[in-house]
């Protein structure tokens, strides 16, 4: 397919395969943070090293896996939400595409916003 006749099927190819990118990156990161927190399991019990030292690197490499993890999930999620806007995709369809539940501190404002509309 030409590229150069559907411009607006280009700029959707490439906005999911900058998400993908980007989700690579946070998972990579995922995986370091679960590689941190085995070698921090590991130390626990090797009776050379410092607990402490041990139990921090255990707890904020599980802390680094799970927010990684998550965040790629989430652009994955925005860019295929944005790619059915794109389309055209009746509302109905958009609202069941999986959502992150929104950050607490928006979650009034964006009540006040729905009120609004409707």
């Known amino acids: ?3 150069d006749s559907t411009p607006e099927l280009c700029g959707n190819i490439d ?3 900058r998400a993908v990118v980007v989700f690579g990156m946070w998972l990579h990161t995922g995986y370091i943070g679960v590689v ?10 090797d009776p050379g090293t410092s607990w402490l030292a041990a ?28 790619q059915a806007v794109d389309r055209g995709a009746p509302s109905a369809i ?8 929104p950050h607490p501190r928006n ?4 009540a006040i916003e ?4 409707s």
């Open 1 to 3: 397919m030409d590229s």
């Open 15 to 17: 906005r999911i395969d």
């Open 36 to 45: 941190a927190a085995g070698a921090g399991l590991i130390q626990l019990f």
């Open 55 to 82: 139990l921090a690197l255990a707890f904020f490499g599980g802390l680094l896996a799970a927010a990684s993890w998550h965040r790629g999930r989430a652009g994955l999620e925005d860019a295929e939400r944005a």
């Open 94 to 101: 958009i609202r069941q595409l999986p959502r992150r539940g």
């Open 107 to 110: 979650r009034a404002r964006r």
């Open 114 to 117: 729905r009120e609004a509309r």
